[in-house]
């Protein structure tokens, strides 16, 4: 419905641009903190030419971007333009690496457990250990990561955030606290810190030595 409403808003020679975090990037890097419950669409090259040739849309160019860990930003018209060649390269890509095979979900989920074990056997040798851990960044990816790994207030003692809509708040259900870089980091002489907004990460970094 969205997409008959973008082609008549479109002139003959219009050109619609959308931007989306790549599915085949989300699989093959196993980010499963970007998949909740406000991401209802999930697109790959392939699903897109067919949901825009439904309404009489065609792809002519699809391009690679970094926003998001990996995103594609693709282009479409009304009149057929000059294709790349990068559009049937991407779809051949996809079906290449099983983009669309079942084993590829129930291997994708085995992998994702052995992960969160990985990283559980450090956060309790940590706590056993009795070392200080936060996390940076309250952002939905991050409420994702926490809840299936299991990771409460009981592991975590805090969440930072630079959001006044956030701080003073807790995560859902894991009810961790919410409270700013600054507060939080100068509680502690060390502290251990795992960073959930890890799209930014190198400017998270940065700016929390900084502190």
Known sequence: ?????????????????????????????????????EHVSYFNVKSAKKILNKVGLNIFNVERTDYHGGSIRV????????????????????ETLKLFDVETYENYMKEINKRKFNLMNKIYSLKQANKSIIAVGAAAKGNTLLNYYGLNNSLIDYVTDSSEYKTGKYTPLTRIPIETDEFVFSRYDEVYALILSWNISSILKTKLKSI
Not at 17 to 31: A, C, G, M
């Open 1 to 37: 419905d969205f997409l008959k409403g973008v082609k008549q808003s479109l002139s003959q020679n219009g050109i619609f641009v959308f931007e989306v975090p790549y599915w085949l990037d989300t699989i093959k890097d196993y980010r499963f903190d970007q998949i909740y419950h």
């Open 75 to 94: 282009y479409s018209s009304i009149i057929e333009m000059s294709k790349s060649n990068n559009v049937n390269q991407f779809i051949t890509q996809e």
